[in-house]
């Protein structure tokens, strides 16, 4: 009797035809075996195996750079299940519109049956997943960004307790390219596409789309958020999780070099961009990273933004769309000065000064997690580590200050609901367009964000100790358009801010939209930064928030009835706070 795994493998390779299926088991053999045919087809560009060994570039279709969200999905019975913020099919529409791009689309490709394990091996948290692909660079991917082969199949074993993600290159034309989720069947089909998300169906499709459904079905959480650790002097570890959204800094925070070593504070890594959380037995959120490996934005990583990272990445890395240079090393903008003569842009041909960047803006790196200096020796803990506080943030040029604590879990929730970020290169479409971005989730809520919020304020009550919730903005600038806030391994003396506040040791001053830095309890020794800059960092407007509270009310009038009245009460108390600070100062 054949299990339910090659049951599904069966019935796909009777769908897209391939020449051959390989089985990954995830060893090294199989691995040099996959390099090797990607160097002599041209899918892989050897990098200069001395200062880089083991590391390669892909050049990824020109059209196909980005997560592409206009053509992502969530497909369930009911309209309202997916929610205002998701596109939407019907499943069996869905499949009819699709299942032809899939009919034969592996004809004379093989097929790589990737077994994967989201989570540590032995974490009771971690889910299993396989991925059908005719891309051996998703497959090499894969092999770096989760636990692949056999270690997933053992724990499988005849179990259908896996989520299938069927994934084709096709023929990587964007009209027709689709990222379909099925979430009430578990399943998801991607076609068209080779890039990032789009294609390394454990990231987003699976560790947040699918599995933030599953998590609200079962009571747990799945977000896009870092995970670090906080040493403080004394060797006391305080976890925290932040979520960004897409090439906004999460995987440079999770990495930093922290600006106070030298006073005892370090940042330890566990996760970079999804966090997994459940309710431990001690009653504290506890969170797993469940991916393995690190797809980090490399434009304007350098040995000051990101030395653990430039570290981690110079052995066994795949880059994907930087550039080259002549000695065959990995190039992209922001590394140092300009690119060296000889310099193939990320296309393939030989760059010169001019409009176009040499490494594409969301070119990336994907590097073991294990290869970084800053990895915390609880990355893999099976229980994961405990959460103390949220942070949330984006990019926010003008309105929102470097910090501020919410008032409580409540609160929290709201803030987080009403997050707002300038657009990036992560996903395709206009840049620096500042859009409202839920908890960093509004592309990978595989539900309703109205049931989200709720989900999320139901999770509270549940925990001992719920994180403490801040929101952070590095991104404040100045009216001559410069960054107010130096950012990078400085942000470590915000972080010591939020330890301070959850320790009771540091003050604060409340505004109507919760409480910031006095200033005397940011530690900026060190740091020249003007009183000025300070005041202008930390500064609350309330006629711009009063602007931003009306275009949150625009955004929540979306969700209709759906919305949940804790976020429409904490809305009006925002109002309220605000009217009665206009007139204080009036
Ligand atoms: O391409 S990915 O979706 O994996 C990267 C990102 O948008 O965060
Ligand atoms: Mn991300």
């Not at 304020?457 to 919730?469: D, E, Q, S, T, Y």
């Not at 020794?525 to 928030?545: F, P, Q």
Request: glycine content about 8%; aromatic content about 10%; hydrophobic content about 40%.
């Amino acid at each position: 009797m054949s299990t339910p795994l090659e049951s599904w493998v069966e019935e796909s390779a009777r769908l897209t035809k391939p020449s051959k299926i390989v089985w990954c088991d995830g060893s090294e053999a199989e691995n040099d075996r996959l390099t090797a045919e990607m160097l002599s087809d041209g899918t892989f560009i050897e990098l200069n195996q001395k200062t880089y060994p083991n590391c390669h570039l892909h050049r990824s279709n020109p059209n196909d750079v980005a997560r592409t969200e206009s053509v992502t999905f969530i497909c369930t019975r009911q309209r309202d299940d997916a929610g205002p913020t998701n596109n939407w099919m019907v499943p069996a529409d869905a499949k009819e519109k699709v299942r032809p791009l899939f009919d034969g689309a592996m004809k004379g490709r093989t097929m790589y049956v990737v077994p994967y394990i989201m989570g540590p091996a032995n974490s009771p948290y971690s889910k299993i997943g396989v991925e059908l692909t005719d891309s051996a660079y998703v497959a090499a991917s894969m092999r770096i960004m989760s636990r692949m082969g056999k270690i997933a199949l053992d724990r499988l074993g005849r179990s259908d307790d896996f989520v299938p993600g069927l994934h084709s290159l096709g023929d990587l034309n964007p009209s027709r390219r689709f990222i379909l989720h099925f979430p009430e069947e578990k399943l998801i089909w991607s076609v068209g596409s080779g890039y990032g998300g789009n294609a390394l169906l454990g990231k987003k499709c699976f560790a947040l789309r699918i599995a933030s459904w599953m998590a609200r079905e079962q009571g747990w959480m799945a977000e896009h958020m870092l995970i670090l650790g906080l040493e403080d002097p004394s060797g006391k570890v305080t976890y925290m999780a932040a979520a960004f959204p897409s090439a906004c800094g999460k995987t440079n925070l999770a990495m930093m070099v922290s600006a106070l070593e030298k006073q005892g504070y370090r940042v330890w890594t566990v996760g970079d961009d999804i966090a997994w959380m459940h309710v431990g037995s001690d009653g504290m959120l506890r969170a797993i990273n469940p991916e393995a490996g690190f797809f980090g934005v490399a434009p304007g990583t350098n040995a000051k933004t990101n030395p653990n990272v430039i570290e981690a990445a110079h052995k066994n890395t795949i880059f994907t769309n930087t550039a080259m240079t002549a000695a065959h090393e990995p190039w992209w903008e922001g590394m140092d000065g300009a690119p060296p003569a000889g310099t193939i842009d990320w296309k393939g041909n030989s760059w010169t000064p001019g409009n176009s960047t040499a490494a594409h803006p969301n070119s990336r790196y994907t590097v073991p997690a294990s290869q970084s200096p800053s990895l915390s020796s609880h990355w893999e803990d099976p229980e994961g580590v405990p959460i103390s506080a949220f942070i949330f943030g984006g990019r926010r040029a003008r309105l929102a200050p470097l910090v501020y604590e919410s008032h409580n879990w409540q609160h929290g929730v709201f803030v987080g609901a009403t997050m707002a970020s300038e657009t990036t290169a992560a996903a395709t479409g206009a840049v620096g367009v500042s859009r409202r971005d839920p908890m960093a989730m509004l592309p990978f809520c595989g539900y309703n964000m109205a049931d989200y919020f709720g989900h999320w304020l139901a999770m509270g009550p549940k925990l001992k100790n719920p994180p403490r919730v801040f929101h952070v903005n590095w991104f404040r600038k100045d009216a001559d358009g410069k960054f107010l806030w130096p950012g990078y391994g400085e942000n470590v003396r915000v972080l010591k801010w939020m330890l301070d506040r959850i320790e009771g040791r540091a003050a604060a001053t409340e505004t109507p939209i919760g409480n910031v830095p006095a200033p005397s309890s940011l530690t900026l020794d060190g740091l020249s930064i003007s009183r000025d800059t300070l005041n202008e960092l930390l500064k609350v407007d309330s006629a711009d928030w009063s602007e931003e509270e009306q275009a949150i009310g625009q955004f929540f009038d979306k969700f209709g009835e759906r919305l949940p009245p804790a976020i429409c009460q904490e809305q009006k108390a925002l109002a309220s706070r605000l009217s009665r600070s206009a007139v204080a100062t009036e």
